[in-house]
């Protein structure tokens, strides 16, 4: 027990009324001490409840519309070329950096409206304009949407974003983020498979129309700390939930971004197993039908927020294949060397066969 200092700067022993008041307020420590404890453990057996397991189950009928399913290995595998998915990424490149509202992104549309018409596909523009929180004027953007069968009113979706970040802001020395900045693997690899991917969709029996949707503005970022994310995607999800859901019916979407590392692995993302769980058994169930090994059981290390999000709140089931480990990620050493068609291709046979089955 402490003692404490009089007026006269003596100390002195604390008297019968003093011992009470200490004895009850030790009480009332105890008993807040042993109440903070178990709301801790409350809290914490909450957490242990909510999150995913380190194993999720996959079983074969639990997936994404299960009823609906045709046997598995009827649908036709799609003859993707890798080879030539490396030349449209390495074709994107070139253009440059492929910033929202800047020439590299006007550069871009053309070559895929282009890529796209002369397949036979209908390509279509979502025009918008945003205000970044850290910039002075507004960007005009653009979501590019590429249909198949665009008659059909029950759709799935197969999307990436298209646009580059405007600072490589991991790279380690601040005074190069403003150098010019290709992001091949990181919005150029989900476009550069889509383009390859697109080649077969003519010749696959689809059950369903299909949209392959470019994003733009994911990577509008000028400051972390005060700018908003997926202008194009919200703009989709709050376009579909207020007018098109009305005449038409998205039933799953597939996101891409980041397929095309080296060694790249796809972990189940933690937001799409808590929002669309179905889907990613589905999707991972093809995956371990085909082999494709690059898509492991376990959750990635992170619930990574992306653009399936706001798919997700408008009532579209939406999941992320995405190798968050890329060691080039936001660095100016993201170029096309360090990507490699063999996740790619991995990622487009599993597609391929997602694309066939759903009904």
Known sequence: MSQRRTHHGQPRKPGTATLSVVALWSSRLRWLGLSIATAVLIVLLMFYLWMPQTEPSLNAGEGFASDRLPAAGSEKEVPFDGKRAMQYLEAICKIGPRISGSEGMRRQQQLLEKHFKDLGATVTYQRFTAKQKSQRQPVEMANLIVSYHPERKRRIILCSHYDTRPIADQEPDPRRWREPFLSANDGGS??????????????????????????????YIHDSER???????????????????????????????????????????????????????????????????????????????????????????AIDIIDFDYPHWHRLSDVPKNCSPEPMEQVARVCGVWVQRVR
């Open 190 to 219: 989900g476009v550069a498979l889509l383009m390859e991917l697109g080649r077969h969709f003519k010749d696959l029996q689809l059950q369903v129309g299909l949209d392959l949707v470019f994003f733009d503005g994911e990577e």
């Open 227 to 317: 700018d908003v994310y997926f202008f194009g995607s919200k703009h989709f999800a709050q376009d579909y939930a207020r007018n098109r859901k009305k005449t038409m019916s998205y039933i799953g979407a597939v996101l891409l971004d980041m397929v095309a590392g080296k060694g790249a692995t796809f972990p189940i993302e933690q937001n799409s197993w808590l929002k669309a769980s179905p889907l990613v058994k589905e999707v991972w169930g093809i995956a371990a039908e085909l082999k494709c090994d690059a898509f492991t059981r376990g959750f990635s290390r992170f619930a990574v927020e992306d653009d399936h999000i706001p798919l997700n709140q408008a009532g579209i089931p």
